[in-house]
């Protein structure tokens, strides 16, 4: 009769399931599994089967990746020896001069298997994905070369950036009413900003010669000495805005100390402007034998000049010929030997006895701006000369050059070569290495109404020579054109001024001093005492 041994039967007091792993199954590897995985293939003993992102994550099993079936190779590979060390006789092909050509295609294949290597090793993309890696490598390397040949250059050259010097003596006893940094004045806005009115206009301007348009460096022009009379009087010495702030206007200022306190956030120079306060007036003036109307040269560039002051490239130097070539050359693109002349309403009130036939063509605009909250600004603004437009038309112009010193230095295009074909990258240049000195021309020229600033090329004659210099073009744009062109927000330029203007009117009367520090980028109103008022003057 059949007997029945019923099974033995573990009882698990902390859960359900057996106990113990039974004899025949305690040296078998497992591996963890759901039945909801998805089955993909059979077997995968690479693991880089489906490493394509798309497939990533599809056959995966949610108890991940086990380590039950890894291969390890524990062998002890120490009782090797190498048997044969003697030296290989070489062929004729592998001795003298055909030993270099087997190197290099023994480094080419060998530079061929590292990458058939790395591409084994690298994951199975699609075309769009091969085409992005592609791509990106190519920039890698692009800017791998470009960053090791930078770097060369300036371990072999360094560029230290010497400290530069206040513009003005800053003494113990003056007092720091406030600091304005540049981050926030970038921020300032005041749109809304209406048309001026023009309250005076004075002076006589000559006509502009469009022969000097078709200059090109082919058919260059010497630069020749006029010798005119340049009056830059500032705001407290001008008898029209003394007659003026009787009636009318509680802020005077000129285009240019206007044009230099709208471009502050641009300048790197270090600059001061005096403000005078009186009653409920506002002056701001220009010292008296200050350096302010002097053109600076290459104030922007990412390498400004730093020779010293006995070489014809240091700042002064260049300022002192850029200011000297912007004076010639916008009387010498005037027409000459003619009595036709455009005059305004009144004469030039700076025109001393016997000085008529030797002063500069400029025409004088006052002009008054209300910007808001009481105030009403009055400045003197200036036109260079005037021109007969295509519509027969007359166009009041602002003439300004641009001088090139040393290419080497100074963006490395050289404009005899350039000029004619790549004016554009040209004007780049400029615009990179003279962003401030563009900016206060473009103000100047839209706070005094022009309808036209045109832009002279001219360099010198030789690269060390100061003393002679060729025009090679010209080009002209107009002022709101041009502003926009170079990211110059007017909007901006006026909240610069009104913030300053603000913070002025809060003071007592007195003298202040608004100084551009030269070496951070903030500008500092001081409040100068009695004492100090006469060092004021003095230069470093």
């Not at 072999?156 to 010097?165: A, F, G, M, T």
């Not at 200059?215 to 805005?241: A, S």
């Not at 001093?513 to 004492?531: G, H, Q, V």
Request: charged residues 30%.
């Amino acid at each position: 009769m059949a007997r029945f041994e019923p099974p033995v039967i573990q009882d698990n007091q902390n859960g359900w399931g057996p106990c113990s792993v039974p004899d025949q199954f305690k040296d078998m590897p497992y591996q963890p599994f759901s039945k909801g995985d998805r089955i993909g293939k059979v077997s995968d003993w690479t693991g880089s089967t489906y490493q394509d992102r798309r497939y990533a994550n599809k056959y995966a099993s949610q108890y991940g990746v086990g380590s039950q079936y890894a291969y390890f190779h524990e062998e002890d590979e120490n009782s090797f020896q190498l048997v044969d060390t003697s030296k290989v006789q070489k062929n004729m092909y592998q001795r003298g001069r055909f030993n270099r050509f087997n190197q290099r295609n023994l480094r080419r294949d060998q530079q061929r298997q590292r990458q058939q290597l790395q591409q084994a090793q690298m994951q199975i993309l699609s075309k769009t994905a091969k085409s992005r890696e592609r791509d990106r490598l190519r920039q890698v390397r692009k800017l791998q070369k470009q960053l090791g040949a930078r770097q060369k250059f300036d371990q072999k050259n360094p560029i230290k950036l010497k400290s530069r010097e206040s513009s003005v003596i800053v003494r113990p006893e003056w007092q720091v009413i406030e600091e304005m940094d540049f981050p926030r004045l970038s921020k300032l806005s005041l749109p809304g900003i209406e048309e001026a009115k023009d309250v005076k206009r004075c002076g006589k301007l000559d006509y502009y010669d469009r022969a000097c348009d078709r200059i090109t460096t082919k058919n260059e022009r010497r630069l020749q000495r006029v010798n005119r009379i340049f009056h830059k009087v500032t705001t407290t010495d001008d008898p029209i805005i003394r007659q003026l702030a009787k009636t009318e206007g509680n802020v005077f200022a000129t285009d240019a100390i206007l044009a230099t306190l709208m471009c502050t956030t641009r300048s790197s120079y270090s600059w001061d402007v005096v403000v005078q306060r009186v009653g409920n007036k506002l002056f701001f003036d220009k010292r008296d034998d200050s350096e302010f109307d002097l053109l600076t040269v290459s104030e922007t560039s990412n390498e400004p000049p730093q020779d010293e002051a006995n070489s014809i490239n240091s700042p002064r130097s260049l300022a002192l010929e850029a200011t000297f070539i912007n004076h010639n050359f916008s009387q010498q693109v005037l027409k000459q030997g003619t009595d036709e002349k455009y005059e305004f309403e009144e004469k030039n009130p700076f025109i001393q006895e016997g000085e008529e036939k030797e002063v500069a063509s400029v025409g004088y605009r006052y002009r008054k701006w209300d910007l808001g909250n009481g105030i009403e600004l009055i400045a003197r603004c200036e036109h260079d000369a005037v021109m007969i437009s295509p519509n027969g038309e007359t166009q009041f112009i602002n003439i300004k050059a641009l001088n090139e010193w040393d290419s080497r230095f100074s963006g490395g295009i050289d404009w005899r070569q350039k000029l004619d074909t790549q004016r554009g990258a040209v004007l780049a240049n400029e615009l990179k290495n003279n962003s401030c000195k563009l900016a206060k021309w473009t103000i100047q020229a839209v706070l005094a109404g022009s309808d036209q600033i045109k832009f002279g090329y001219v360099s010198r004659a030789h690269v060390r020579d100061t003393s002679q210099h060729s025009i090679l073009g010209t080009q002209q744009f107009k002022p709101h054109e041009f502003a926009t062109q170079i990211n110059l927000s007017m909007d901006n330029a006026w909240g610069i001024l009104r913030c300053i203007v603000d913070i002025c009117m809060k003071q007592k009367e007195g003298k202040y001093l608004i100084m551009k520090d030269p070496n951070k980028p903030m500008i500092r109103l001081y409040d100068i005492p009695e004492i100090g008022r006469a060092s004021c003057r003095e230069r470093v």
